[in-house]
């Protein structure tokens, strides 16, 4: 079977729909065959031209049903679902097809107050703090955030996806052909951390790794 990531949470605006295309995108760096799944009404499907992976359209219950039967019967395919939110019962519902659950969220405490919650309504979900600042200053500010507001959660964290105006460009309708070294590397370290996390081998093909890629 083919393995599913969801992107959930209940707070809107934490970066869950430019975290599935990145993912999506480093998986398909690392040779993988990936799957950016669409399931939020409010956002236009996005074009397959020049892309890594394979956007589709799931905004309704028999497109996602589907989808889902379809990455089941790929071996090697990844599937990476965009869950939108403000969705409870859809984040429910996700978190119950996934084999592995992202909960993006920001430096602010309103996003680490939602994301606690989320955190304890999903057990086996992992926090990926996203749009993380990049400045040092900003950065030292919020991990004191964390230590102080979500310490007993440190080890359900994965390393920050830092903010990168150039990831905008993920969510363009027509992707353009070269991207970034900047992108790409941030996409590649976000995929191997999810790789690592389903026991996936991370390099194949002859494809390095973060550090040495080009």
Excluded: C
């Excluded at 760096?29 to 236009?44: C, F, M, N, P, Q």
């Excluded at 019967?73 to 599937?79: D, H, N």
């Excluded at 310490?151 to 390393?159: A, S």
């Excluded at 992707?175 to 996390?197: G, I, K, S, Y």
């Amino acid at each position: 079977m083919g393995k599913v990531i969801a992107v959930i949470g209940n707070k809107g605006g934490t970066g869950k729909t430019t975290i599935s295309h990145l993912l999506a995108h480093g998986l398909g760096l690392y040779g993988k065959s990936a799957i950016s799944v669409l399931t939020d009404e409010t956002r236009e499907p996005l074009l397959r031209q020049n892309r890594r992976y394979v956007p589709l359209d799931a905004r309704t219950p028999v497109q996602l049903e589907r989808i889902m039967e379809r990455i089941h019967s790929l071996p090697t395919w990844i599937g990476v679902i965009d869950g939108g939110g403000n969705r409870a019962e859809m984040d429910a519902q996700l978190y119950s097809l996934a084999d592995l659950v992202l909960l993006p969220f920001r430096d602010s405490h309103e996003d680490i107050r939602t994301v606690l919650n989320d955190l304890e309504t999903f057990p086996n979900a992992w926090g990926l703090p996203s749009q993380w600042p990049t400045n040092a200053w900003q950065q030292m500010a919020a991990e004191r955030n964390i230590d102080e507001l979500m310490p007993d959660y440190r080890p359900r964290l994965l390393e920050p996806v830092y903010s990168v105006s150039s990831s905008k460009l993920l969510l363009q309708s027509d992707t353009p052909f070269a991207l970034p070294t900047v992108l790409n590397n941030m996409a590649r370290r976000l995929a191997m951390q999810v790789l690592e996390l389903l026991e996936i081998p991370l390099v194949e093909d002859g494809v390095p790794p973060p550090d040495s890629a080009q």
